[in-house]
């Protein structure tokens, strides 16, 4: 039900947001895996990945924060079991989706896997890798 939320949300908002395929998705679930030690296909990966270093703190404003981490660079946006992975300019782009759909978890990061942002439905923002400084800012 989320990923109709954000399909009609990319409608509505005239965003332009590429779906990737799915060679390009596996390529990007390996990726993290690889880099950042977590399984984004697993349930709430946030919670059941010990071994990776990650920082969290709770802001109900999260899913607004997240895409000022974006700023003006390309970013991978997925929701829970990466199913599906949307390709956004910007994180402006990003924010415009995200305020055209209701509360949801969802996940960021770029196509290097530098970084690995989520907004969970605790409220709490969770980052990995290059955002782990700026997670324990907020």
Known sequence: MSFDHVASAIVNTGVQAAGLN???R??????????LGIDVTSHAPWDRAPSAQSEGRQRPDGWE?????????????????ARSIWK????????RVLEDC??????????????LLCCN??????????????????
Do not use: N
């Not at 209701?102 to 970084?115: G, I, K, N, Q, R």
């Open 22 to 24: 799915e060679a390009e």
């Open 26 to 35: 596996r390529s990007i679930v390996i990726r993290v895996l690889e880099r």
């Open 65 to 81: 924060l997240i895409p000022k981490y974006v700023g003006a660079t390309q970013c991978l946006m997925f929701l829970e079991g």
């Open 88 to 95: 956004f300019s910007c994180g402006a782009d990003l924010l």
């Open 102 to 115: 209701p509360p949801l978890e969802f996940y960021v990061c770029d196509e290097e896997a530098s970084y």
């Open 121 to 138: 439905h605790h409220d709490f923002i969770v980052g990995w890798g290059a955002a782990l400084p700026w997670v324990a800012r907020c």
